[in-house]
């Protein structure tokens, strides 16, 4: 189906309209794959809805959140990111800048049958992250050095 018709249906279904403003917090969330922050994401959306003001970005994406549209990663002591893949995935969170990247996972691995294990339990997803530092912390921290030599390797 298509995601947006669908998002309309969605949304329509609850009462609430699919305004201009939700169609692009949405569509700029799902060209991205760098899961900002709703701060960073206002920057984005502001350059296609001149005018439009933080609260109404933060307030339309609790409702894509609440609709399931939109997911949340949350870390302790870290300001929220948003996730327009709602499928369980696992990221990997670099330490020293924060970014969140995806990590490519063919479905039904393993952890499917980890799962099975857990006797007794009703599931409802899972989270895995991976920490470490990315690529451009280590460049970064190389050049800043002016050797090969990165402090975490
Ligand atoms: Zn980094
Ligand atoms: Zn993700």
Redesign the pocket.
């Given at each position: 189906m298509d995601a947006t018709e669908d998002l309309s249906k969605s949304i329509r279904d609850t009462g609430r309209r699919m305004t201009r403003q939700r169609r692009a917090i949405l569509h700029t969330l799902e060209s991205v794959t760098c899961h900002p922050t709703a701060a960073e994401l206002y920057e984005m959306v502001r350059r296609e809805i001149a005018g439009i003001s933080p609260g109404t970005v933060y307030r339309n994406l609790n409702v894509l959140q609440e609709l399931s549209f939109v997911r949340e990663i949350r870390t302790a002591g870290e300001p929220t990111r948003y996730d327009a893949r709602v499928q369980d995935h696992p990221h990997a969170r670099?330490s020293?800048?924060g970014?969140v990247v995806d990590v490519p996972l063919e479905p039904d691995v393993c952890i499917d049958e980890a799962a099975d294990e857990l006797v007794g339990w009703q599931l409802t997803g899972y989270s895995v992250q991976f920490d470490g530092?990315?690529p451009?912390?280590i460049s970064k921290s190389q050049a800043e050095k002016g050797d090969s030599e990165g402090p975490w390797i």
């Amino acid at each position: 189906m298509d995601a947006t018709e669908d998002l309309s249906k969605s949304i329509r279904d609850t009462g609430r309209r699919m305004t201009r403003q939700r169609r692009a917090i949405l569509h700029t969330l799902e060209s991205v794959t760098c899961h900002p922050t709703a701060a960073e994401l206002y920057e984005m959306v502001r350059r296609e809805i001149a005018g439009i003001s933080p609260g109404t970005v933060y307030r339309n994406l609790n409702v894509l959140q609440e609709l399931s549209f939109v997911r949340e990663i949350r870390t302790a002591g870290e300001p929220t990111r948003y996730d327009a893949r709602v499928q369980d995935h696992p990221h990997a969170r670099c330490s020293n800048c924060g970014c969140v990247v995806d990590v490519p996972l063919e479905p039904d691995v393993c952890i499917d049958e980890a799962a099975d294990e857990l006797v007794g339990w009703q599931l409802t997803g899972y989270s895995v992250q991976f920490d470490g530092i990315c690529p451009n912390c280590i460049s970064k921290s190389q050049a800043e050095k002016g050797d090969s030599e990165g402090p975490w390797i």
